[in-house]
Nanobody, 124 residues
Framework: QVQLVESGGGLVQAGGSLRLSCAASGRTFGGYGMGWFRQAPGKEREFVAAISWSGGSTDYADSVKGRFTISRDNAKNTVYLQMNSLKPEDTAVYSC?????????????????WGQGTQVTVSS
């Protein structure tokens, strides 16, 4: 079993920054890829960013590329999402997820454990 707990969400003005954290417990996550997804009201969940088990490989949705950065600290069992230049369209519940394997994927069915999510609201 793996428990994932997100933190760091909140209300921010457009152009601002937030740093989300996802703390894992219950089992080492050092050998697994991790991802961030988001879901806005009335919309389907969408991929945001992912990182391989070593942190050496990352991928981003086109909508956040150049603004968001995913990173991880395996010693702390934590993955981060640094979000800069936030836009109102970034408003959503952000959830982290653990991959079934060591790599990353844009597809939610490649992940087997999910956090509850943290709300990010960007005002214009």
């Amino acid at each position: 079993q793996v428990q994932l707990v997100e933190s760091g969400g909140g209300l921010v003005q457009a152009g601002g920054s937030l740093r989300l954290s996802c703390a894992a417990s219950g089992r080492t996550f050092g050998g697994y890829g991790m991802g961030w997804f988001r879901q806005a009201p009335g919309k389907e969940r969408e991929f945001v960013a992912a990182i391989s088990w070593s942190g050496g490989s990352t991928d981003y949705a086109d909508s956040v590329k150049g603004r968001f950065t995913i990173s991880r600290d395996n010693a702390k069992n934590t993955v981060y999402l640094q979000m800069n230049s936030l836009k109102p369209e970034d408003t959503a519940v952000y959830s982290c997820a653990k991959s079934k394997g060591s790599g990353w994927s844009k597809f939610s069915n490649a992940y087997d454990y999910w956090g509850q999510g943290t709300q990010v609201t960007v005002s214009s």
